[in-house]
């Protein structure tokens, strides 16, 4: 596993450690493990791609000329769509939570 290239990714993407294991739905204990160089599951893995906006395989190149993670660097467009699929996660949560403070408010009890 490049561990260099996942950490050049992690950076390149422009969140936190903290929200892209939130994100790849994982422990951020985890990630510090991978980061480390500790084996994980392919699904951790997995994950773990689709939240960086790359193919898996990225994880396993080896490590190019000159610089050890250029192939794995990931383009300011997939930075963006990241943050913005944050973004509407959040906006969806809020969501949620709006409803649900909107039905509790309809079911208080009316005053006489």
Known sequence: MNTKAIKKLIKGSGLKKKAIAQRACIDPRTLSKILAGCSTTIETMESLAKVLGVPIETFFLPPSRGD?????????QSSILNRIDGILDSIKNLSQELNLLKDAI????QPN
């Open 106 to 109: 309809l079911n208080l009890p």
């Open 68 to 76: 050890p993670a250029s192939s794995a660097t990931p383009d300011w």
